[in-house]
């Protein structure tokens, strides 16, 4: 019904930046609010910046002053901007969003497949 597909993860220094990308594809549904999340190995997942659809937002203390999560409803796109980037924001990145199903009218809750982030020299 709807599929999530990050893009733009990859291998930067310290203090680099990178900027994440993730659309939402298929018909008949409405994206309500979207986020990021990220899991480090033998870590659980965390809340990294959530956005409702008026384009309110919230960082998870982290990441505050550093990344800032953006979107276009136009093009059902989510991006996060990561900035004075850290060795421990490695992780692998995954998109989420929270759609209205047409043919149901219900609310359904939808992950991507992730991307990895790596911050190393």
């Known amino acids: 019904q709807v599929q999530l597909v990050e893009s733009g993860g990859g291998l930067v220094q310290p203090g680099g930046s990178l900027r994440l990308s993730c659309a939402a594809s298929?018909?008949?549904?409405?994206?309500?609010?979207m986020g990021w999340y990220r899991q480090a190995p033998g870590k659980e997942r965390e809340l990294v910046a959530t956005?409702?659809?008026?384009?309110?937002?919230n960082y998870a203390d982290a990441v505050k002053g550093r990344f800032t999560i953006s979107r276009e409803n136009a093009k059902n796109t989510v991006y996060l901007q990561m900035s004075s980037l850290k060795p421990e924001d490695t992780a692998v990145y995954y998109c989420?969003?929270?759609?209205?199903?047409?043919?149901?009218?219900?609310?359904?809750?939808?992950w991507g497949q992730g991307t990895q982030v790596t911050v190393s020299s």
């Open positions: 989420n969003a929270e759609a209205l199903i047409y043919a149901t009218m219900r609310y359904y809750d939808y």
């Open positions: 298929g018909t008949s549904f409405r994206i309500n609010a």
């Open positions: 956005i409702t659809r008026g384009g309110s937002t």
